[in-house]
């Protein structure tokens, strides 16, 4: 699959999951656990879509601090605003397997806000990064 492709597909992947997520976010009766794995799903794959679209290699791994750092090793990173995303790994990793511990709670319409901001935020890397590689081509 070409690169583009793969953003694309990522990206359309992460959307999907934050639809899912909005949907499901007002049914009192699913868990927590729930809505945050389709947060946390729809940022990871936002994040490996970036990575991709910049020709950084990535594991297979639920970890966003992971994905986060090889962002970081290359100069790229999220803005302050988003940096509390890290919270959401656990629902991918250990929340996924293990009951929710009681001091753990979700913020249900903060994580929406948060999956939404995050998702806008690498669609505008990807986008102008891209507009301006079009850009470079036509002048070439």
Same mark, same amino acid.
């Given at each position: ?8 597909? $990522? &990206? #359309?992947?992460?959307? #999907? ?11 009192? %009766? &699913? ?5 945050? =794995?389709? +947060? #946390?799903? +729809?940022?990871?794959? +936002? ?10 290699? *990535? @594991? ?6 992971? &994905?986060?750092?090889? $962002? ?15 919270? $959401?790994? @656990? ?5 996924? *397997?293990?009951?929710? @511990? $009681? ?6 319409? %903060? +994580? &929406? ?7 806008? =935020?690498?669609? #505008? ?10 850009? %470079?081509?036509?002048?070439?």
């Amino acid at each position: 699959m070409k690169r583009h492709e793969l953003v694309r597909l $990522l &990206l #359309q992947k992460a959307a #999907q999951d934050q639809a899912a997520m909005a949907r499901l976010l007002p049914d009192t %009766d &699913l868990n927590d656990e729930i809505i945050g =794995f389709h +947060a #946390q799903q +729809a940022v990871e794959k +936002a994040l490996k879509a970036w990575l991709a679209y910049l020709g950084i290699d *990535y @594991p297979k791994v639920h970890h966003l601090e992971t &994905l986060l750092a090889l $962002l970081a090793a290359q100069g790229h990173s999220l803005p302050d605003n988003l940096a509390g995303v890290t919270k $959401l790994t @656990p629902f991918a990793t250990v929340f996924r *397997y293990e009951e929710l @511990p $009681l001091a753990v709670t979700l913020d249900r319409a %903060d +994580a &929406l806000q948060l999956v939404q901001r995050i998702l806008v =935020f690498v669609n #505008q890397q990807v986008g102008e990064r891209a507009e301006g590689r079009r850009e %470079d081509e036509k002048r070439a």
